[in-house]
């Protein structure tokens, strides 16, 4: 009898194993391996299992995080061959996962779990009754003593816990060819989707594309040297996109979002600068959503010390807020000339990626995805040059304040 069999000592669970788990016709001769199914059962009545069914032997590494409970499931860069919205299942244990690319090199399992559990098995079982490679994760409900045990016996994989050669606060810029660096910072990507839209669309694709095109025109120019947090369809944690523009020394940061919200008639691009105090209550829920990607990518943000929460009242700081707001005004501006604006064009609420001590950053929310007139605009390509036309204008703008008001205004762009 197989081991696993054996472990779990039902009859039952043959037949679910057995189950055809989509693994024939996957035999392409790409490097990577592919995912060709995913499912959630419940073998026996106290266990939850997750399968995934894959094209051959993968290595993986599997670990616990507590505060909301998770299972992590770190892959070798895999061929996702299923449907993005098949982690809306919610069975037994698992209240919901998602996947995909976390770093390059690496894909990421993040599953939710509505209570602690302990892991029964986790292994990948050979070809066996016509059905191809499948990797087992079985979960058992746990005390939360047994979970926090199993979360310190289990590690992420070394490459969640890449380290930073950032800057100390108050680095003299280097000098460069004289263009102005640009950070842009394409919200979400990988095991993060972002908010979807009506048509189905994540907000990290539209994100990336958007930045593609804005980085195009403000390279036109001959004027700024434009780089991105995220190249790709990958995972960026929020620390590291504030680190990446601090290293680069960057002299504007733009983070690019399109949310969504419950109400559909509510449509309109958004300015956020960091503060404190929201300025409103819906603001407030935004940050709130949007500071929780790390947690939703299955990252410990117990592990992290947060240098960045405290250093709002610094003056550096309060400078670089000057600044950033002044880029906010500018930018509404150029906005409501050529897209749609909501009401409160410049509003401001504690999003984490906006705490660079000394880059002046503002966070776009191009439009609302749950708008089907803001969604389609920001889907078509023309929607999309016309929205970044009015950020490379503002960009312009700003830096061409800051030749002219050395003598007169309190805040000159850097
Ligand atoms: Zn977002």
Same mark, same amino acid.
């Given at each position: 009898?197989?081991?696993? /069999?054996?472990?779990?000592?039902?009859l039952?669970i043959?037949?679910?194993?057995?189950?055809?788990?989509?693994?024939?016709?996957?035999?392409?001769?790409?490097?990577? &391996?592919?995912?060709?199914?995913?499912?959630?059962?419940?073998?026996?009545?106290?266990?939850?299992?997750?399968?995934?069914? /894959?094209?051959?032997?993968?290595?993986?590494?599997?670990?616990?995080?507590?505060?909301p409970?998770?299972? =992590?499931?770190?892959?070798?860069?895999?061929?996702?061959?299923?449907?993005?919205?098949? +982690?809306?299942?919610?069975?037994?244990?698992?209240?919901?996962?998602?996947?995909?690319?976390?770093?390059?090199?690496?894909?990421?399992?993040?599953?939710?779990?509505?209570?602690?559990?302990?892991?029964?098995?986790?292994?990948?079982? &050979?070809?066996?009754?016509?059905?191809?490679?499948?990797?087992?994760?079985?979960?058992?409900?746990?005390?939360?003593?047994?979970?926090?045990?199993?979360?310190?016996?289990?590690?992420?994989?070394?490459?969640?816990?890449?380290?930073?050669?950032?800057? &100390?606060?108050?680095t003299?810029?280097?000098? +460069?060819?004289g263009?102005?660096?640009?950070?842009? !910072?394409?919200?979400?990507?990988?095991?993060?989707?972002?908010?979807?839209?009506?048509?189905?669309?994540?907000e990290?694709?539209?994100? /990336?594309?958007?930045?593609?095109?804005?980085?195009?025109?403000?390279?036109?120019?001959?004027?700024?040297?434009?780089?991105?947090?995220?190249? +790709?369809?990958?995972?960026?944690?929020?620390?590291?996109?504030?680190?990446?523009?601090? #290293?680069?020394?960057?002299?504007?940061?733009?983070?690019?979002?399109?949310?969504?919200?419950?109400?559909?008639?509510?449509? +309109?691009?958004?300015?956020?600068? /960091?503060?404190?105090?929201?300025? !409103?209550?819906?603001?407030?829920?935004?940050?709130?959503k949007?500071?929780?990607?790390d947690?939703?990518?299955?990252?410990?943000?117990?592990r992290?010390?947060?240098? =960045?929460?405290?250093?709002?009242?610094?003056?550096?700081?309060?400078?670089?807020?000057?600044?950033?707001?002044?880029?906010?005004?500018?930018?509404?501006?150029?906005? #409501?000339?050529?897209v749609?604006?909501?009401?409160?064009?410049?509003?401001?609420?504690?999003?984490?990626?906006?705490?660079?001590?000394?880059? &002046?950053?503002?966070?776009?929310?191009?439009?609302?995805?749950?708008?089907?007139?803001?969604?389609?605009?920001?889907?078509s390509p023309?929607?999309?040059?016309?929205?970044?036309?009015?950020?490379?204008?503002?960009?312009?703008?700003?830096?061409?304040?800051?030749?002219?008001?050395?003598?007169?205004?309190?805040?000159?762009?850097?």
């Amino acid at each position: 009898m197989p081991k696993l /069999l054996r472990l779990l000592g039902g009859l039952a669970i043959a037949t679910w194993l057995a189950l055809p788990g989509g693994g024939a016709g996957v035999s392409e001769a790409w490097a990577q &391996p592919t995912v060709s199914g995913i499912r959630v059962g419940q073998p026996a009545d106290n266990i939850t299992r997750f399968v995934l069914d /894959l094209s051959e032997d993968v290595k993986f590494n599997l670990f616990l995080l507590p505060d909301p409970h998770r299972v =992590v499931l770190d892959l070798p860069q895999i061929n996702w061959s299923v449907d993005p919205g098949t +982690g809306t299942q919610a069975r037994g244990l698992i209240t919901g996962f998602r996947f995909g690319q976390f770093q390059p090199g690496t894909a990421r399992m993040v599953l939710d779990l509505g209570q602690p559990a302990e892991i029964v098995l986790a292994q990948v079982i &050979p070809p066996r009754d016509g059905a191809g490679y499948r990797l087992v994760v079985d979960l058992r409900g746990a005390t939360r003593e047994r979970f926090l045990e199993a979360v310190q016996r289990t590690k992420p994989t070394a490459l969640t816990q890449v380290a930073a050669a950032v800057p &100390p606060l108050g680095t003299p810029r280097r000098r +460069g060819d004289g263009r102005k660096i640009i950070m842009l !910072d394409p919200g979400h990507g990988g095991v993060d989707p972002g908010a979807i839209g009506v048509s189905g669309i994540y907000e990290k694709q539209i994100t /990336l594309m958007f930045a593609q095109e804005l980085r195009r025109k403000l390279q036109a120019t001959g004027r700024y040297r434009v780089l991105m947090t995220r190249e +790709g369809d990958e995972f960026v944690e929020l620390r590291r996109r504030v680190d990446l523009a601090r #290293e680069a020394q960057a002299d504007l940061f733009v983070s690019i979002h399109a949310d969504s919200i419950e109400n559909r008639q509510v449509r +309109g691009g958004t300015v956020y600068t /960091l503060s404190q105090t929201a300025s !409103d209550r819906e603001a407030e829920q935004l940050a709130a959503k949007e500071n929780k990607v790390d947690i939703i990518a299955g990252i410990d943000l117990g592990r992290e010390s947060d240098q =960045v929460t405290s250093i709002l009242i610094d003056l550096a700081q309060r400078e670089t807020m000057n600044h950033s707001a002044t880029f906010a005004q500018i930018l509404v501006r150029e906005m #409501e000339q050529r897209v749609h604006m909501h009401k409160n064009g410049h509003r401001f609420a504690g999003f984490r990626v906006l705490k660079a001590p000394d880059v &002046p950053s503002v966070l776009v929310e191009l439009g609302y995805l749950s708008s089907r007139a803001d969604e389609q605009m920001l889907r078509s390509p023309a929607g999309r040059a016309r929205l970044a036309e009015a950020l490379a204008r503002a960009v312009d703008r700003y830096f061409e304040g800051g030749r002219n008001c050395a003598a007169a205004a309190l805040s000159c762009p850097p």
